[in-house]
């Protein structure tokens, strides 16, 4: 297996925002057939069976669940964006300060996110 001694070698800020982008995308795509499968219950069964289902997908590990997947996204997103930048304007030298501006970028929103949802989960208005 070369992976993991690839990250052993080759520890700089590119290396391991490579990992991540490989990481998240893996994650999301293995969370994307469970909730279209889920969705798709409100179209099979109507919107009574969808309401019961959301019901029971109410629970503190669901609501985990949602974070990390939000998380993924944005740090996928964030990462795919300084990769783009990268690659169009021939950043590479400034690799490591453009990855920690975006870590940064992504943690802000994620809290930014997180702010916002994990008061809704208790039932605050």
Do not use: C
């Amino acid at each position: 297996m070369r992976a993991p001694s690839e990250f052993r070698l080759n520890r700089h800020a590119g290396q391991w925002a490579f990992g991540l982008q490989r990481v998240t995308g893996l994650l999301l795509v293995l969370y994307l057939a469970p909730h279209v499968l889920l969705n798709g219950t409100a179209l099979l069964y109507g919107p009574d069976a969808y309401n019961e289902l959301a019901a029971r997908l109410s629970t503190p590990f669901a609501h985990g669940v949602e974070l990390v997947v939000i998380a993924a996204v944005l740090a996928h997103l964030g990462n795919g964006v300084r990769i783009i930048l990268m690659d169009l304007f021939a950043l590479s030298r400034q690799q490591k300060r453009i990855t920690i501006v975006f870590a940064a970028a992504t943690l802000a929103a994620l809290a930014a996110v997180a702010a916002f949802l994990v008061p809704s989960w208790w039932g605050a208005p």
